[in-house]
């Protein structure tokens, strides 16, 4: 059974920096194509990240450099790198996989991220 | 960036009725690469039809999803009680960058 599971969420502060994890099972996440998804508190969805399965990464240009999506083939998990957060940033932190880059068959239950002071 | 725009933003409809939701791309969109997901209050999203009108595994045939070039539609034939929820059309685009529509909202009338 194909299972994702999100960690690292909480409370930081403006300016501050937060690692995201997501553990795969049930599939390799080195075969597949790995997204980040956020939604602020009663948006929409806005995608934030991708990674190739060959190791290419993409990211959404309104993140201006601030993130980072990597992977751990060993630990079979994906992680999301977040610096200089803002309130802005302040979302539902989803990890979703897909056997193609243009759609996501799996999705994680999210992790909460709230930038405030 | 191509922008998705979702019609309406809420659809009120009974049990039973047709429902049909419109996304609109600012510019040609591959149909291979426009997807939809169905959101419900406090869970991830699941995806629903993908490559414009083929449905994702485990989806009932109520579901179904139609379109080319800029307008795509997403069309449940009998709507049952579980379907009330937020549905999402998404591209991929060769940039590659991925955008969401911003939602409808399908309520029960």
């Known amino acids: 059974e194909v299972q994702l599971v999100e960690s690292g969420g909480g409370l930081v502060q403006p300016g501050g920096s937060l690692r995201l994890s997501c553990a795969a099972s049930?599939?390799?996440?080195?075969?597949?194509?790995m997204n980040w998804v956020r939604q602020a508190p009663g948006k929409g969805l806005e995608w934030v990240a991708l990674?190739?399965?060959?190791?290419?990464?993409y990211y959404a240009d309104s993140l201006k450099g601030r993130f980072t999506i990597s992977r751990d083939t060993s630990m079979n998990t994906v992680y999301l790198q977040m610096n200089s957060l803002t309130t802005a940033d302040t979302a539902v932190y989803f990890c979703?996989?897909?056997?193609?880059?243009?759609?996501?068959?799996?999705w994680g239950q999210g992790t909460l991220v709230t930038v405030s002071s | 960036e191509t922008v998705l725009t979702q019609s309406p933003g809420t659809l009120s409809l009974s049990p039973g009725e047709r429902a049909t939701l419109s996304c609109r791309t600012s510019?040609?969109?591959?149909?291979?690469?426009l997807a939809w997901y169905q959101q419900k209050l406090g869970q991830a999203p699941r995806l629903l039809i993908s490559?414009?009108?083929s449905r994702a595994t485990g989806i009932p045939d109520r579901f179904s999803g139609s379109g080319s070039g800029t307008d795509f539609t997403l069309t449940i034939s009998r709507l049952e009680p579980e379907d009330f929820a937020v549905y999402y059309c998404?591209?991929?685009?060769?940039?590659?960058?991925?955008?969401f529509g911003q939602g409808t909202r399908l309520e029960i009338k």
């Open positions: 049930g599939f390799t996440v080195s075969n597949s194509y």
């Open positions: 990674l190739y399965s060959g190791g290419t990464t």
């Open positions: 490559g414009a009108s």
């Open positions: 979703a996989s897909g056997a193609t880059r243009y759609r996501s068959e799996y």
């Open positions: 510019q040609s969109v591959s149909s291979s690469f």
């Open positions: 998404q591209q991929y685009d060769s940039s590659p960058k991925i955008t």
